[in-house]
């Protein structure tokens, strides 16, 4: 099955610090959504997307709707230790109503 | 409270047994979806049914079967026949298709 790439795969940080991850996709996408999992759950959404261009921040996340449509991007301002976890998104475009879901990037956050 | 509940969070099984999962929501979602997660790796989907007794194979049904007799419920029968059945498994469900999917906690099958 057709999977996104999701960079980077993984990132070490220093608490305070800001994070920035991507994904992108060879084929127009409708919805992006952004889930976080921490280790042994189900993974919880974040933010949703459904609009070129669109900006949408949920506390200290803030996501972006790719102008083309073929990718989006995550932010985390003043990252804290219960950022910890692997962040995932996921896309739905096309005449599919299945969500295709990113690699991960697996975020650790340094006291 | 209104949520997606798996269980049980731990299975364990022997080689050549079937097994069944549970997925119950009560959000009153129509949609509901089964994903499996291999150490490191995506969520790749199984099987997704968008109404009562209706449902399809995703990118890797073989070894699976599900059921949707009722609106709350979509368990998932992990069959002998899969060949490596060791995973964690994700339950979701969203109002409809193409919309918001919510996950389950997730139950980790070990087949011994």
């Known amino acids: 099955g057709q999977q996104l790439n999701q960079s980077p795969q993984s990132m070490f940080i220093q608490e305070g610090e800001d994070v920035s991850m991507n994904c992108t996709s060879s084929s127009i996408f409708n919805t992006w959504l952004w889930y976080k999992q921490d280790p042994g759950e189900g993974p919880v959404l974040l933010i949703a997307l459904y609009k070129a261009g669109e900006l949408t921040s949920n506390g200290r996340l803030t996501a972006q709707f790719g102008i083309t449509r073929k990718d989006s991007f995550l932010n985390i301002s003043a990252s804290i230790p219960s950022d910890v976890g692997i962040y995932f998104c996921a896309g739905q475009g096309g005449n599919t109503d299945k969500l295709i879901f990113g690699t991960g990037t697996r975020l650790q956050v340094f006291p | 409270d209104g949520g997606i509940t798996q269980s049980p969070k731990y299975l364990f099984r022997k080689e050549g047994q079937n097994v069944t999962l549970s997925c119950e929501q009560n959000?009153?979602?129509?949609?509901m979806y089964w994903y499996r997660q291999d150490p490191g790796q995506g969520l790749r989907l199984i099987y997704y049914?968008?109404?009562?007794?209706?449902?399809q194979k995703g990118d890797i049904a073989e070894g699976y079967s599900v059921s949707r007799e009722k609106k709350e419920s979509f368990p998932l029968t992990v069959t002998s026949a899969q060949k490596n059945p060791t995973a964690f498994y994700l339950c979701a469900s969203s109002i409809g298709g193409g919309s918001e999917q919510f996950f389950g906690p997730g139950t980790r099958l070990t087949v011994l």
């Open positions: 049914s968008q109404i009562v007794n209706d449902f």
């Open positions: 959000l009153n979602h129509d949609a």
